[in-house]
C-alpha cells in the first residue's frame, strides 16, 4: 500500500511539473484542486484562479524544475504530503530567477484521482 501511494502521489507531481514546463493550463487544472493554497517562497500566495491566470499569461513561466530528497507522509485516507527539495528555474514577469527551496505539498485523491490541495515553498538557509 505504502508503495502504491507513493507512486501515485510522485506520478501526480510528475505530471503537474510537467503541465508547468509545457504551460498546459487544461493538464494543470486537472491535478489542482479547486481549494487549491499557493504559497510561494515570497510570501505571495494564490488560489487556483489566480496560479492559473498567471501562467495563463505568461506572468510566471517555468523553465527547469528537480526534486531531491521526496519524502511522503500519508496523512489520512486519500490525502498524502510530499516534502523535499526544489530547483526550479523560471521566469516571473520576464525575469529569469533559480530557487532552491525547501517545498512541502499536500495531495488528496478525489473522485479517483489524486490533486494538489497546497504548495508552500521556503528558500534554502545559506
Same mark, same amino acid.
Given at each position: 500500500?505504502? *508503495? ?10 510528475? !505530471? &503537474? ?16 484542486? =479547486? ?7 515570497? $510570501?505571495? /500566495? ?9 501562467? !495563463?499569461? $505568461? ?6 524544475? *528537480? @526534486? ?8 489520512? %485516507? *486519500?490525502?498524502?504530503?510530499?516534502? $523535499?527539495?526544489?530547483? #526550479?528555474?523560471?521566469?516571473?514577469? *520576464?525575469?529569469?530567477?533559480?530557487? &532552491?527551496?525547501?517545498?512541502? =505539498? /499536500? ?5 479517483? !484521482? @489524486?490533486?494538489? /490541495?497546497?504548495?508552500?515553498? #521556503? %528558500?534554502?538557509? $545559506?
Amino acid at each position: 500500500m505504502a *508503495g502504491d501511494l507513493e507512486a501515485a502521489v510522485l506520478a501526480a507531481e510528475k !505530471a &503537474r511539473c510537467d503541465a508547468m514546463l509545457a504551460n498546459d493550463n487544461a493538464a494543470l487544472d486537472a491535478l489542482l484542486d =479547486t481549494r487549491l493554497h499557493f504559497a510561494h517562497a515570497t $510570501g505571495a /500566495v494564490d488560489d487556483k484562479n489566480a496560479f492559473l491566470a498567471k501562467m !495563463a499569461a $505568461g506572468r510566471i513561466r517555468y523553465v527547469a524544475i *528537480g @526534486w531531491s530528497e521526496e519524502r511522503i507522509l500519508e496523512l489520512a %485516507p *486519500g490525502v498524502a504530503m510530499l516534502n $523535499g527539495r526544489m530547483n #526550479t528555474d523560471v521566469e516571473v514577469e *520576464g525575469v529569469a530567477k533559480q530557487l &532552491r527551496n525547501r517545498v512541502m =505539498t /499536500v495531495w488528496s485523491r478525489t473522485d479517483d !484521482a @489524486w490533486r494538489m /490541495v497546497a504548495f508552500q515553498s #521556503t %528558500p534554502l538557509a $545559506g
